[in-house]
Structure formats: C-alpha cells, structure tokens
C-alpha cells in the first residue's frame, strides 16, 4: 500500500491541534502519501474518551492512514490495538517515541521510550504481534539527551516494526535545536527497514537535499505545511510556487471542511490557520485583529473571501 521502493513517499507530520481531520484532507488533495492522526493517547482510548475516538475519525481520501498511538507498556498498548482492531479503515498503527511534552513523559509515554529501548521494543512487538493492522511503525527522535539513532532503528527492526521515522533531534533539542541529517543517515544506514526523515523540511530545495544526502526512503513534513499546504503539490510537481487564486480556493475549503467537523466552534478554531495562511501578506496585522473577534461563520467566510482576493 505504501511503495517505499519508489523512494519518494511523502508524509505529513502528526501535529497535535493542526493535524486534524479537516487539515489532513485539504492536504491529502496535495499529493501527500500518507496521513498520520494526532497523537491518540492509549489509555484515552482504553477510557473510552468520545473525544478521543472523534480524532481517529478519517476523510474518505485518506488511503493509507495511519493511527499513532502514546503508550507507556505493553499492556496499555495492547488494550489500545484491540480497540483500534474492531476500526475500520486504519492501515497501521504508529507508536509515538518522540514528544517531548514533560506530562507525556512523566507517564513513561514519548520520548521517555528512548530511554528505556527494551520497554519500546516490548511495546512494538506487541502491536505487532495483536494488531490486524498493515503496518506497525515508530516515530522517534534521535535520543534522549544523547544521539544514539542507530540504536534505535535496530531496536524497532528487530522488534518487528514495519518502518520509522527520525525526527533529527534529541528530546533535550525539543523543536529549536540544529536538525542533524547525518544522525537520521546513521540511522538509515543501520536497517533494512524502511527510513523516513523529518524535521525542518519547509522548501522543494530542502526536501530535495534531504532525500538524497540521507539516502532516506521518504520524507515527513509537519510545521513546513501549516499555513502552506500546497507544498507537497510544489515537492511532487517541482515548482516553486503557486496561484494566488488557488490559495484562496484552499483557505475557503479549509475552512468549510472544519466547520462541517466541527460546528460553530470551528470558526474560531480555524483562527490559527488563518494567522498563518495570511503571514507575510499585505494589511495581515488589520486581518488578523479582525478575524480574532469574529465567531460567526457567514460573517468569517466573507471576510475570508475579502481578504484572500486582494
Ligand atoms: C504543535 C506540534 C504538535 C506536534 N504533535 C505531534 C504528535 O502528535 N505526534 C508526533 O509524533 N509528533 C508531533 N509533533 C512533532 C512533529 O510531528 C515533527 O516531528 C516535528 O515538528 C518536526 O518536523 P517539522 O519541522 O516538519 O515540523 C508536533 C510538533 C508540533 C510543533
């Protein structure tokens, strides 16, 4: 289902509060390969949280889709995969590795897996092992406090996981440190698996000196595509740029597609991509202090339109 050999699969990021439902088909239309959820904490889901379940839900575009889950222990996980079994529509199951978030980790979630490896492989052999899932996979960083990314491809190769993906910093590195491509090579060169390198790829430049300095079988976009989601379409086509009038066809679909997900509220929630849709545009401040005080949906779409045909 996903062609690793063609050595251009493009995925986008989870990112927890952007990555949702309405993002992720506005992008899908892109060329994007692969969608991921956001982060779906195992034992929400094991609580039967409806809030939870309503992040797993997927546009019908979205073929693969991948669930990432944070689990701190076999057990939970495998609570969480028995849950995600009886879901249709899911073609693998990612096992988060890399949030740094200090409430994440202080519940033995994320990036505390990386300092623990033989817990995160008992926790990939068990999704492995109970999921009937296509795909069991890792995202990861490139260590705790240290690098040691060669450690951790093998962990999860050998514990069964279908492919991974670097993001190029340690956890200490948060999201500001320097990405260290040559860290994600080491890892790509540790494995047969399949590799996928992510951190900082915001141009078709970038993305093209990633994919052949790291020899990685794809590629991971998150924050380069918020405000920006017509950059896949750049990557795939080879272009540097796109048409004004298309922008404004995407910001309108975007914003149509949240308030069909998510009522009322999703006038407001769609604020933030706004912020970064209208950035580096003319009269963006004046946009932006008017659309923070709107909640109404007619009167935002208007003002939407205004502003992305000037
Ligand atoms: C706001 C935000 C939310 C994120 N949420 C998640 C998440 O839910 N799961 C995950 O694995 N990584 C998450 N990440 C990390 C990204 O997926 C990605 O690894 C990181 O941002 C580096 O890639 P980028 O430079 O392309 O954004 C998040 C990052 C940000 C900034």
């Known amino acids: ?62 073929i693969p ?13 495998q609570k969480a995969v028995e849950i995600l079994n009886d879901i249709e529509g899911i073609d693998g199951i990612d096992l988060n590795c890399g949030c740094p978030a200090p409430k994440v980790v202080g519940q033995s979630c994320g990036s505390s897996l990386l300092e623990d490896l033989p817990q995160l492989s008992r926790i ?35 514990a069964g996981a279908d492919y991974v993906t670097f993001h190029g910093r340690t956890r200490a590195g948060r999201y500001k440190s320097e990405i260290d491509y040559d ?22 430049e970038i993305a093209n000196h990633v994919k052949a300095y790291t020899g990685c079988d794809g590629i991971m976009i998150g924050r380069g595509a918020i405000g920006n ?8 086509n080879g272009l540097k740029s796109v048409k004004k009038e298309m922008i404004k066809e995407i910001v309108l679909e975007h914003f149509d597609a949240m308030v069909n997900f998510y009522g009322d509220k999703g006038v407001t929630i769609f604020r933030k991509h706004l912020h970064t849709y209208s950035k580096s545009m003319s009269n963006a401040s ?5 659309i923070n005080r709107i909640d109404c949906q007619v009167l935002m779409r208007e003002e939407i339109e205004a502003f992305f045909s000037q």
Do not use: H
């Open 1 to 62: 289902m996903i062609d690793f050999s063609k050595k251009d699969i493009i995925f986008l990021a989870p990112l927890a509060g952007y990555t949702d439902l309405p993002f992720r088909s506005v992008v899908k239309k892109f060329g994007v390969d692969v969608t991921v959820s956001e982060m779906i904490s195992a034992n929400a889901l094991i609580y039967n949280s409806a809030r939870t379940f309503k992040m797993l839900e997927k546009s019908p575009m979205e």
């Open 65 to 77: 889709y991948i669930v990432q889950i944070a689990a701190g222990s076999p057990e939970v996980a």
């Open 124 to 158: 990939v052999e068990t999704i492995k092992k109970y999921s009937n899932k296509e795909y069991t996979s890792v995202k990861t960083r490139l260590g705790f406090n240290e690098k040691y990314p060669d450690k951790i491809a093998l962990a999860c190769e050998n």
């Open 183 to 204: 860290a994600i090579k080491e890892a790509k060169d540790a494995v047969k698996i399949p590799v996928i390198a992510n951190g900082d790829i915001t141009t078709l």
């Open 229 to 236: 989601p017509w950059l896949f379409y750049q990557i795939k």
């Open 286 to 290: 004046l946009f932006r202090d008017k």
